[in-house]
């Protein structure tokens, strides 16, 4: 199986070695994200304050998600490079030292976190109640943490070695075992006790940790390109640094995107429990829009990883192109649907009046520039998928700091209603990032890079 995802890769039609790679990855982002919106639905049927809660968990959840992000830009970079170089056992040891790292990086950041996460929610000086709810919602995601990383760590692995299908049948089951539990746990069926905002928490953390049981059985079985047996789980301190040391520019980039977060989700909390709501909901939707760009740009990440290794650097230049083109296409014709049934969508996870009136602005003010955002993602993915992390973390570093935070800031003392200036600083922020991802991988540089 290996085999033949490496020739078609590396060979043959690029249109078709893009989309047999970005079908799966897009099936599984889509899965991926169905989870949260289904959390969303049912949540939503407890009022705006569950809702804000789990928005604020999810911010909270993506500061301490950076260095896993990291660790997995480093996985797909370097397995992928081995697996088009033919080095298979290689690939499967590097993948083998991804996961024990995965789950140090569970344990320390779960036990930190659960301590952090009371302090850390004082932050947004939200309701006393809502408050309660989000440390509750995060403590039991957190309690589930690696699980995750396995299965986050495990799935980018196996796309690095070009195979894409096996974390999407995981997701599956995952959605399937989710959709089930979720209005049991919440609401109390079948004779369980309600659990509100917690049912939904320990709903989505028992699905992960099947999904991830589906990925560690796969990548021990060696019937999916990568071969993970036990002796490759024991401790090689300079691959796990290897790793590190390739992502820790991703890592930085990450830390950079969630503390911003951060900033943006005070700015909006200081706006009300409607804005909290709506903000919460919109980036979900917004995440869905991006979807595409994800599936793109992780199938060009694996494509130019695998040409590199393959010594053929034209055809990860051209994959990159293609990639991006066909995801601009697609962006297109979603964010204008997306801008045109906005209220409608909004309504969907909350029928509030004042989260409609909120989320719409936001949907039809930014929405239509997110096509940056699909092209950043994309060419970034790419030239991590080279190595060259260095790249994407300067541009989002300037992007998001040097512009986003402090024209936010600005914005939302000068304009009225007050979101709306925040809206408008993340349309022109991710302009930019898109120009100037687009400009950096057009210099060539990515193609130099030694692992």
């Known amino acids: 199986m290996a085999q033949d995802s490496h020739n078609h890769i590396t060979d043959g039609s690029l249109l078709r070695a893009i989309l047999l790679l970005a079908g799966p990855m897009m099936a599984s982002s889509v899965l991926q994200n169905v989870q949260s919106l289904i959390d969303l639905f049912w949540v939503g049927r407890l009022g705006a304050g569950s809702v804000a809660a789990i928005s604020m968990s999810g911010t909270m959840l993506m500061l301490m998600f950076p260095v896993v992000l990291g660790l997995a830009t480093g996985t797909v970079a370097i397995v992928s490079r081995h697996v088009g170089a033919g080095e298979m056992d290689e690939a499967s040891r590097v993948a083998g030292q991804s996961l024990l790292a995965g789950v140090i990086i569970g344990v320390v950041t779960g036990v930190v976190g659960w301590w952090l996460a009371p302090h850390v929610v004082t932050l947004f000086h939200a309701d006393h109640a809502v408050a309660e709810l989000a440390i509750a919602y995060l403590r039991i995601n957190l309690a589930g943490i690696v699980t995750m990383i396995l299965l986050f760590v495990g799935s980018s692995a196996m796309r690095g070695a070009g195979n894409a299908t096996v974390p999407m049948l995981a997701m599956i089951l995952s959605n399937i075992i989710n959709i089930i539990l979720d209005p049991i746990m919440i609401f109390g069926l079948l004779g ?159 029928s509030d009046t004042d989260v409609v009136e909120v989320g719409t602005s936001m949907m039809r003010i930014v929405t239509p520039f997110f096509i940056f955002v699909g092209v950043a993602i994309v060419l970034s993915r790419a030239l991590m998928g080279a190595g060259d992390t260095t790249g994407p973390m300067v541009t989002t570093l300037v992007a998001l700091w040097g512009v986003q935070v402090p024209l936010a800031i600005l914005l939302a003392r000068v304009v009225e209603p007050a979101t709306d200036g925040i809206w408008w600083a993340m349309a022109i922020a991710i302009t930019l990032h898109g120009l100037m991802n687009t400009a950096w991988f057009m210099t060539g540089r990515w193609r130099q890079v030694t692992l």
Do not use: K
């Open 192 to 350: 369980l006790p309600a659990m509100g905002v917690r049912g939904a928490a320990v709903a989505t953390v028992l699905a992960q940790f099947f999904a991830m049981v589906i990925i560690m059985v796969a990548m021990a079985s060696g019937r999916t390109g990568l071969h993970v047996t036990l002796p490759r789980w024991r401790p090689h301190p300079l691959t796990m640094w290897r790793l590190l040391r390739i992502g820790m520019p991703s890592t930085i980039q990450m830390v950079a995107r969630s503390l911003m977060g951060v900033v943006l989700m005070r700015l909006v909390a200081g706006c009300g429990t409607a804005a909290i709501a709506a903000h919460g909901i919109g980036m979900r939707l917004h995440m869905m829009l991006l979807l595409p760009a994800f599936a793109f740009g992780n199938a060009t990440a694996t494509m130019v990883g695998q040409n590199l290794g393959a010594e053929r650097p034209e055809r990860a230049h051209r994959a990159a192109w293609m990639a991006t083109g066909m995801d601009v296409l697609v962006m297109t014709v979603a964010a204008i649907a997306l801008y045109i049934l906005a209220p409608s969508l909004i309504g969907f996870f909350n």
